[in-house]
C-alpha cells in the first residue's frame, strides 16, 4: 500500500469516477486503474462499485475512506509545519474579479511571488459566477470573488466590501432614470440582479439597462457620457480626481459588494488557506 494508491483511491472516492480523477490528478485512466486494482489487491477487498451514475464506495471503500483522510491531513500538517515554503513548487491558479483585479490583486501577487519564489502562478480574471464554477470544478486553486460560495466542500475568509456610489460624466445633467440607461454588472451576477429588480420598484419596467462583463469599460462608458451606473467608489476616485467623473445622489445606493478568498476544503490544501488569508490581510490593509 503506498501514498499514491490511497491518493488515488481518495480523488475517485470524492469525485465518484475514474475519469474526472485522472483529470484532476493529471494522469491517464489506465493508471488511476492500476493504482485502484493493486489496493485493492493488497487489502484483498472490494472497494467500489460500479453505478450508472460513476463509482461508489463499498462498506469497505468506505472505512478506508477515513483512514485515508487521516493520513491525508497528517501529510499536509508535515507540508505546513516541517517544509520550507520557499521552496514550494508547481502551479497554482488564482481566480479573481475585475473588481479586485482593478484594486489591490497586483500587491497580493508580488507578495505571493516573494514568499514562494519557485510557485508558477496562473491567473484567471473573470466574472464570479464563472469563478464559482471553476472553483468547484477544481480548475482553481484559490478564487477571490463575490461570496461567499455556500458549498459545504468549500471554505471562504471574509474581503473587505467594496462600497458603492452613482456616477455620471463630468458637466452631464442630472440623469432622468427613464432617459438615461444605467450601465450595470453582466447579467448573471448579484448586482444586476439586485439593481435591476430595485429600478422596477423605484422607476417601473421602462429603465433601460445596458449589461456588461467588464467593469473597466462600464467605467469608460459612464465617463463617456452613454449612460450612468453605480461604480466602486475606490475605482472611480481616480476619474473623480481627474474631472471625468462625477458622483451623484438619486436618494439610494446599491448595495456593497461583499468578497471572500474561497478554496476546495478537501484535500486540505495548506498553501490555499495560507494564500487566503494573506489576501485578507493585502486587501484590509490596500
Same mark, same amino acid.
Given at each position: 500500500?503506498?501514498?499514491?494508491? $490511497?491518493?488515488? &483511491? @481518495?480523488?475517485?472516492?470524492?469525485? #465518484?469516477?475514474? +475519469?474526472?480523477?485522472? *483529470?484532476?490528478?493529471?494522469?491517464?485512466?489506465?493508471?488511476?486503474?492500476?493504482?485502484?486494482?493493486?489496493?485493492?489487491?493488497?487489502?484483498?477487498?472490494?472497494?467500489?462499485?460500479?453505478?450508472?451514475?460513476?463509482?461508489?464506495?463499498?462498506?469497505?471503500?468506505?472505512?478506508?475512506?477515513?483512514?485515508?483522510?487521516?493520513?491525508?491531513?497528517?501529510?499536509?500538517?508535515?507540508?505546513?509545519?516541517?517544509?520550507?515554503?520557499?521552496?514550494?513548487?508547481?502551479?497554482?491558479?488564482?481566480?479573481?474579479?475585475?473588481?479586485?483585479?482593478?484594486?489591490? $490583486?497586483?500587491? &497580493? @501577487?508580488?507578495?505571493?511571488?516573494? #514568499?514562494?519564489? +519557485?510557485?508558477?502562478? *496562473?491567473?484567471?480574471?473573470?466574472?464570479?459566477?464563472?469563478?464559482?464554477?471553476?472553483?468547484?470544478?477544481?480548475?482553481?486553486?484559490?478564487?477571490?470573488?463575490?461570496?461567499?460560495?455556500?458549498?459545504?466542500?468549500?471554505?471562504?475568509?471574509?474581503?473587505?466590501?467594496?462600497?458603492?456610489?452613482?456616477?455620471?460624466?463630468?458637466?452631464?445633467?442630472?440623469?432622468?432614470?427613464?432617459?438615461?440607461?444605467?450601465?450595470?454588472?453582466?447579467?448573471?451576477?448579484?448586482?444586476?440582479?439586485?439593481?435591476?429588480?430595485?429600478?422596477?420598484?423605484?422607476?417601473?419596467?421602462?429603465?433601460?439597462?445596458?449589461?456588461?462583463?467588464?467593469?473597466?469599460?462600464?467605467?469608460?462608458?459612464?465617463?463617456?457620457?452613454?449612460?450612468?451606473?453605480?461604480?466602486?467608489?475606490?475605482?472611480?476616485?481616480?476619474?473623480?480626481?481627474?474631472?471625468?467623473?462625477?458622483?451623484?445622489?438619486?436618494?439610494?445606493?446599491?448595495?456593497?459588494?461583499?468578497?471572500?478568498?474561497?478554496?476546495?476544503?478537501?484535500?486540505?490544501?495548506?498553501?490555499?488557506?495560507?494564500?487566503?488569508?494573506?489576501?485578507?490581510?493585502?486587501?484590509?490593509?490596500?
Amino acid at each position: 500500500m503506498t501514498l499514491d494508491q $490511497l491518493q488515488t &483511491f @481518495l480523488w475517485v472516492a470524492r469525485l #465518484q469516477g475514474v +475519469r474526472r480523477a485522472a *483529470e484532476q490528478m493529471n494522469i491517464s485512466q489506465p493508471a488511476v486503474t492500476a493504482r485502484l486494482q493493486a489496493l485493492e489487491d493488497t487489502l484483498q477487498v472490494k472497494l467500489f462499485e460500479r453505478t450508472t451514475r460513476g463509482v461508489v464506495l463499498t462498506r469497505e471503500g468506505e472505512l478506508l475512506r477515513g483512514y485515508a483522510e487521516q493520513i491525508g491531513f497528517v501529510q499536509e500538517e508535515i507540508r505546513q509545519r516541517v517544509s520550507d515554503p520557499t521552496g514550494l513548487e508547481g502551479l497554482f491558479r488564482v481566480g479573481a474579479s475585475e473588481t479586485i483585479a482593478e484594486t489591490w $490583486l497586483p500587491r &497580493f @501577487l508580488e507578495g505571493l511571488s516573494q #514568499q514562494y519564489p +519557485r510557485l508558477n502562478l *496562473e491567473l484567471t480574471v473573470d466574472i464570479s459566477y464563472n469563478l464559482r464554477e471553476a472553483l468547484l470544478a477544481r480548475q482553481l486553486d484559490l478564487a477571490l470573488l463575490m461570496g461567499p460560495v455556500s458549498a459545504y466542500s468549500v471554505n471562504n475568509v471574509a474581503l473587505p466590501s467594496f462600497e458603492l456610489g452613482w456616477y455620471r460624466a463630468t458637466g452631464a445633467a442630472l440623469p432622468d432614470f427613464l432617459k438615461t440607461p444605467v450601465i450595470s454588472y453582466a447579467r448573471n451576477t448579484r448586482p444586476y440582479r439586485e439593481l435591476v429588480e430595485e429600478l422596477g420598484k423605484r422607476h417601473g419596467p421602462g429603465v433601460r439597462v445596458f449589461s456588461c462583463a467588464s467593469l473597466s469599460a462600464s467605467i469608460q462608458m459612464i465617463a463617456s457620457g452613454i449612460g450612468i451606473g453605480p461604480i466602486p467608489n475606490a475605482l472611480a476616485k481616480d476619474r473623480v480626481a481627474a474631472g471625468q467623473l462625477c458622483r451623484f445622489d438619486p436618494g439610494w445606493t446599491p448595495s456593497s459588494l461583499d468578497f471572500t478568498a474561497s478554496w476546495m476544503a478537501e484535500p486540505r490544501n495548506s498553501l490555499a488557506e495560507r494564500c487566503a488569508r494573506f489576501a485578507a490581510e493585502v486587501a484590509q490593509a490596500w
